[in-house]
T-cell receptor
Framework: NAGVTQTPKFQVLKTGQSMTLQCAQD?????MSWYRQDPGMGLRLIHY???????DQGEVPNGYNVSRSTTEDFPLRLLSAAPSQTSVYFC??????????????FGPGTRLLVL | GQQLNQSPQSMFIQEGEDVSMNCTSS?????WLWYKQDPGEGPVLLIA?????ELTSNGRLTAQFGITRKDSFLNISASIPSDVGIYFC?????????????FGTGTSLTVIP
């Protein structure tokens, strides 16, 4: 299994541009999520999904869209990039979003710089 | 959002020394997780704890799920240079909307050869 994969690894955008960060997992996990990691702020949840066709907002959803058309993929879209969205983005997955107890596995991250 | 209180923030130790770090929360969790993150990489799961009082080992790493379900600690014995990195804890609980994970801000470990 490849686990959780993310592309691209690095990206530079200009303010106002849009882009999609890709995330895929091959573990048949129902639960997928997106976090951003900023110095001193820890990991903050952007959006999550407990299964195909179901998404919900996390702590910092503004400026981001998600969709979950398949179990395997959970892309994150930046609608109009802003410098405040410069960050490292991690995708993560768990077997179930509704289990009483669960672990979570992370992808390698996408490093985004917005100029 | 809720952040877990993780300490210490950073540690500088000699190779061969033991290391201890802990996380506390005001809320109870169903699961406690410990991760290591190397520079430029994603967090890697080290240990998962599922039961209050549980003590689990993974090689030189030992972690415990606190009895109150509000805390956890991670010990590393006989540290080696490749232990360098950022360690952080995570707590999991399940509201009706689906699993939620909360994270500590990390402990940066430097091992001096």
């Amino acid at each position: 299994n490849a686990g959780v994969t993310q592309t691209p690894k690095f990206q530079v955008l200009k303010t106002g541009q849009s882009m999609t960060l890709q995330c895929a997992q091959d573990m048949n996990h129902e639960y997928m999520s997106w976090y951003r990691q900023d110095p001193g702020m820890g990991l903050r949840l952007i959006h999550y999904s407990v299964g195909a066709g179901i998404t919900d907002q996390g702590e910092v959803p503004n400026g981001y869209n998600v969709s979950r058309s398949t179990t395997e993929d959970f892309p994150l879209r930046l609608l109009s990039a802003a410098p405040s969205q410069t960050s490292v983005y991690f995708c993560a997955s768990s077997y179930s979003g509704l289990a009483e107890q669960e672990t979570q596995y992370f992808g390698p991250g996408t490093r985004l710089l917005v100029l | 959002g809720q952040q877990l209180n993780q300490s210490p923030q950073s540690m500088f130790i000699q190779e061969g020394e033991d290391v201890s770090m802990n996380c506390t929360s005001s809320s109870i969790f169903n699961t406690w997780l410990w991760y290591k993150q190397d520079p430029g990489e994603g967090p890697v799961l080290l240990i998962a704890l599922y039961k209050a009082g549980e003590l689990t080992s993974n090689g030189r790493l030992t972690a415990q799920f606190g009895i109150t379900r509000k805390d956890s600690f991670l010990n590393i014995s006989a540290s080696i240079p490749s232990d360098v990195g950022i360690y952080f804890c995570a707590g999991q609980w399940r509201p009706n909307t689906g699993n939620q994970f909360y994270f500590g801000t990390g402990t940066s470990l430097t091992v001096i050869p």
